[in-house]
């Protein structure tokens, strides 16, 4: 059950894939998670609106949680990871990194450059609750 007096998660997502981007949704809906979600189907995007969260915090409050595509059309996931990474107001935000690779390099390459959380799609509702209660942002009541 969704507890309407708490605040709700702000989650950026960037996934160039409707059909996972629906996933997401649908998984996050499930665990009864109470967020609101921002997503972009490229890296570019996303960048400029975390700049205008910068510039204006009141009307685009920064995200608390990032879901990002390792592979995207232009600037791939993993660049954006790090540009993330690199800046100190975002530095410290959870990313959890989605991708159908299975390749090690991509794996250590997340970690690397600060990703929290490394999930192969499609995953299930019990990982990702568990990778949420990790970072202590999911209350299931």
């Given at each position: 059950m969704i507890d309407n007096n708490s605040p709700k998660l702000r989650v950026?997502?960037?996934?160039?894939?409707?059909?996972?981007?629906?996933?997401l949704k649908h998984k996050l809906f499930k665990l009864t998670m109470a967020y609101e979600m921002t997503s972009f189907t490229q890296a570019e995007d996303a960048l400029f609106f975390l700049q205008k969260s910068l510039d204006?915090?009141?009307?685009n409050p920064l995200p608390q949680l990032f879901f990002l595509d390792l592979k995207l059309p232009g600037e791939s996931?993993?660049?954006?990871?790090?540009?993330?990474?690199?800046?100190p107001e975002f530095a410290k935000i959870p990313v959890i990194m989605m991708t159908v690779s299975d390749k090690i390099e991509d794996l250590?390459?997340?970690y690397k450059h600060g990703g929290t959380f490394?999930?192969?799609?499609?995953w299930?509702?019990?990982?990702?609750?568990?990778?949420l209660a990790q970072l202590k942002i999911w209350n299931k009541i």
């Open positions: 950026m997502a960037v996934e160039d894939n409707a059909i996972d981007l629906e996933f204006d915090p009141q009307s996931g993993l660049e954006l990871l790090k540009k993330i990474k690199s800046h250590v390459s997340t490394f999930m192969r799609k499609p299930d509702e019990k990982i990702l609750q568990e990778v």
